[in-house]
């Protein structure tokens, strides 16, 4: 998987690299949805920071959200807290198709 971070307008450390790398990759063991590429931006609006994460999946899942919070770290949490609500979600939908289609060719 291709990850890119990066900084409007803003330095990003290494330990904050590192910290959203192994959170990504946790997310992809835990889901196992083979994402090809993630792109995580972090700007500073006024007095908080804003994490924006998009993940492309190989099923062909476009998934966006975004995190607010004072704190850089936080910001970036709130919005891997969404990213995993929205992969759950897309794996409960593929899960049921294919029990659908398993019930169907049974029949």
Same mark, same amino acid.
């Given at each position: 998987?291709?990850?890119?971070?990066?900084?409007?307008?803003?330095?990003?450390? &290494? =330990?904050?690299?590192?910290?959203?790398? !192994?959170?990504?990759?946790?997310? !992809? &063991?835990?889901? +196992?949805?083979?994402?090809?590429?993630? !792109?995580?931006?972090?700007?500073?609006?006024? !007095?908080?920071?804003?994490?924006?994460? +998009?993940?492309?999946?190989? =099923?062909?899942?476009?998934?966006?959200?975004?995190?607010?919070?004072?704190?850089?770290?936080?910001?970036?949490?709130?919005?891997? +807290?969404?990213?995993?609500?929205?992969?759950?979600?897309?794996?409960?939908?593929?899960? =049921?198709?294919? +029990?659908?289609?398993?019930?169907?060719?049974?029949?």
């Amino acid at each position: 998987m291709d990850i890119q971070i990066s900084g409007k307008q803003l330095k990003i450390g &290494k =330990s904050l690299t590192d910290y959203a790398k !192994n959170q990504l990759d946790l997310i !992809n &063991k835990k889901y +196992l949805l083979r994402p090809t590429y993630a !792109n995580i931006t972090f700007t500073k609006e006024n !007095n908080q920071f804003r994490c924006e994460t +998009l993940l492309h999946l190989s =099923s062909g899942l476009t998934a966006r959200c975004s995190g607010k919070a004072r704190e850089i770290y936080y910001s970036y949490q709130k919005s891997i +807290l969404r990213l995993e609500k929205i992969l759950r979600r897309h794996k409960r939908r593929l899960r =049921s198709h294919h +029990l659908i289609d398993k019930k169907l060719n049974t029949d």
